[in-house]
């Protein structure tokens, strides 16, 4: 089947158009300046080093607190078993027994504080973690409150074990 002749001549006129250079449009084709001569190098800046999300002072300041809080932990630590071991065996109706239930809340609340500064220094490692900030002066600090609350939890476990038989 012949393919018609006026369809085939409209599409040839069309791209000849196409074909002419007529001085008052401008070229399209690739000019000196747009070749690709030399290297290009970005005027990007590096970004600056994300910076630590606390200081080495206040990291000093959680952990000396926590220490403090230790320290004193131990000293009361001795007169909490003493009092405990004097309601030992004892009703919960006695007056012993609530002087050792007084003591072992307030060592357990000694504790508790050195769990929440555990806490802020959980918080500032997670807080590094997402910003990529360092973290290695953060984790050895938690490691040392850990180590500290792990301590004090396992006195508190021995003293509860006295005070409930």
């Known amino acids: 089947m012949p393919i018609p002749a006026l369809p085939l001549l409209i599409i040839l006129v069309a791209l000849s158009a196409c074909a002419g250079h007529d001085p008052r449009f401008p070229s399209l084709a690739i000019r000196d300046v747009e070749r690709n001569a030399g290297s290009f190098t970005s005027g990007a800046v590096p970004p600056p080093p994300v910076p630590p999300v606390a200081t080495a002072a206040e990291i000093a300041v959680i952990i000396e607190s926590a220490q403090a809080l230790d320290a004193r932990f131990a000293r009361e630590q001795g007169e909490v078993r003493r009092i405990i071991d ?69 006195i508190l476990a021995e003293l509860d074990a006295v005070l409930v038989r």
């Open 86 to 154: 004097a309601a030992r065996g004892l009703g919960v109706e006695s007056n012993n027994y609530g002087r050792a239930a007084i003591a072992f809340a307030e060592l357990s609340a000694i504790s508790s504080r050195s769990a929440i500064l555990l806490g802020d220094l959980d918080a500032l490692v997670a807080q590094a973690a997402s910003t990529g900030a360092p973290r290695d002066v953060l984790e050895a600090a938690q490691n040392e409150a850990e180590d500290i609350v792990i301590g004090q939890r396992r």
